[in-house]
């Protein structure tokens, strides 16, 4: 399949050649923070489908891995967390793309006073087998890069960003995902696969990858539409329907019961008693709402009491809870 790679290579070398404003047309606003100015350019090629910059992610001077640098946006905006010589390495395998963010950089040097490209340690790299030493990332990302690569290779490169980071480290991923089953016909046309659209895996999938690879929790942080594959347009019979998902997983030690994977459930106990415990680590305050991974989620419902509720999925969790 190594032709799908050349492809996919060939089509970001045309981007960073003729910035395609409409490439990836992410849903996501741009983060708007206090002193940071985004060239133009960088703007039009913001190839991702969301964002991975999370400021509770980037505390303490993080080391940040970004994977496949676009125009460099994002590398922007996480030296804007960590403003050190090399604090972020970029990796991309597209040389094109890697000049065309050099580039941006000397503009994003004029509009920030705080901003030193020295701050990005752009690298030319493979995600399938990135140039960083073992356990040396706190913060690793990729946007839209992921779900262009086939079972095999998806698994590979989540290995490598599960091995560059440091226990407790986190993995933020954006990608599209699919709930209807994508025709053999799109899934092997490779142009729509370097488009990011028909190599999305639907998200329970895409989550039992992470966790497969040894990610001990994962968090939805957002789940949103993203594009529409018609019979008019498309080599299909339905219509197929793509959203995009924001997830952060995190390098911790694996439960013995399984993954912890946050869904935007909670639960409330609204029974007599001042709280509610499991006994076992879970304690539910009455009429307080707490966070809970859908493995929590599922245990207390087998517990099939009338006084706990449990919400359905919001598709976005921001922290606390139960875990």
Same mark, same amino acid.
């Given at each position: 399949m190594e032709t799908y #790679?050349?492809?996919?290579r060939n089509v970001y070398k045309e981007a960073a050649e003729n910035p395609q404003k409409g490439l990836c047309c992410t849903t996501t606003p741009v983060?708007? #923070? &206090?002193g940071l100015k985004? &060239? =133009? =350019?960088?703007l039009d090629m913001n190839y991702g489908c969301g964002s991975t910059v999370n400021p509770r992610d980037l505390v303490n001077d993080p080391s940040i891995l970004y994977v496949g640098v676009g125009g460099g946006m994002e590398l922007l905006q996480f030296a804007y967390f960590s403003r050190r010589k090399g604090g972020v390495v970029g990796i991309d395998v597209v040389d094109e793309m890697l000049q065309a963010s !050099? +580039?941006?950089f000397v503009e994003a040097e004029k509009q920030n006073s705080w901003f030193k490209s020295e701050f990005?340690? #752009? !690298?030319k790299g493979d995600a399938l087998n990135l140039p960083v030493p073992d356990n040396s990332i706190d913060v690793a990302a990729q946007n839209c890069l992921f779900n262009i690569f086939t079972h095999e290779d998806l698994k590979l490169a989540l290995s490598e960003m599960y091995r560059v980071l440091k226990p407790y480290? !986190?993995?933020v991923l954006s990608d599209p995902t699919c709930e209807t089953q994508m025709p053999e016909s799109l899934k092997k046309d490779e142009r729509l696969r370097a488009l990011c659209l028909s190599g999305a895996l639907p998200l329970k999938e895409y989550i039992k990858m992470i966790t497969d690879v040894g990610f001990g929790t994962v968090e939805i942080r957002a789940k949103r539409p993203y594009r529409l594959l018609d019979p008019a347009h498309y080599n299909t019979e339905e219509l197929i329907y793509i959203e995009s998902v924001e997830v952060c997983a995190i390098k911790d030690p694996m439960p013995k019961d399984g993954p912890c994977v946050f869904t935007g459930k909670t639960a409330i106990y609204y029974g007599n008693? +001042?709280?509610?415990d499991d006994k076992k680590g879970h304690t539910l305050l009455q009429n307080q709402p707490l966070a809970v991974c859908d493995k929590t989620a599922g245990a207390l419902k087998n517990l099939d009491r009338a006084d706990i509720f449990i919400s359905e999925s919001t598709w976005f969790y921001d922290g606390g809870g139960c875990c």
């Open positions: #790679l050349e492809t996919t983060w708007q #923070l &206090p985004i &060239p =133009k =350019k960088m !050099r +580039e941006n990005v340690d #752009l !690298r480290g !986190r993995l008693e +001042e709280y509610f």
